[in-house]
């Protein structure tokens, strides 16, 4: 398992942006499937952003075309940039990565159950005002 943080939270008005970063302990090339994940108070757990390999992205329906995930391997770091942000996407925001050299699909299914998910990072802050 690789260490992840996160960085880059905070309170932001509605309509603003925001930049999550997460700096792995490791060699990040070697995880081909990460993901941000996001839990709000009395809600579940659930995957926003997806990335595999080092470029392919899958994103939940609630932010495609305002956020966008990267990742850097010469930096060991996953980025999230979130844009025209709404109260709904407050929470916690984690960084996962599943066992290294795992794809996060076969081509028929496409996991996004934290279980399948072994490597957390702490987690930061997003607070979204209206």
């Known amino acids: 398992q690789v260490q992840l943080v996160e960085s880059g939270g905070g309170s932001v008005q509605a309509g603003g942006s925001l930049r999550l970063s997460c700096t792995a302990s490791?060699?990040?090339?070697?995880?081909?499937?990460m993901g941000w994940f996001r839990q709000a108070p009395g809600k579940e757990r659930e995957g926003v952003a997806f990335?595999?390999?080092?470029?392919?992205?899958r994103y939940v329906d609630s932010v495609k075309g305002r956020f966008t995930s990267s990742k850097d391997n010469a930096k060991n770091t996953l980025s999230l940039q979130m844009s025209s942000l709404e109260p709904e996407d407050s929470g916690m925001y984690y960084c996962?990565?599943?066992?290294?050299?795992?794809?996060?699909?076969?081509?028929?299914?496409?996991?996004?159950?934290?279980?399948?998910?072994?490597?957390w990072g702490q987690g930061t802050q997003v607070a979204v005002t209206s």
């Open positions: 996962a990565a599943a066992e290294a050299f795992a794809y996060c699909g076969d081509g028929v299914r496409f996991m996004t159950s934290t279980t399948y998910y072994k490597s």
């Open positions: 990335i595999e390999g080092d470029r392919s992205t």
């Open positions: 490791g060699d990040i090339s070697r995880y081909f499937c």
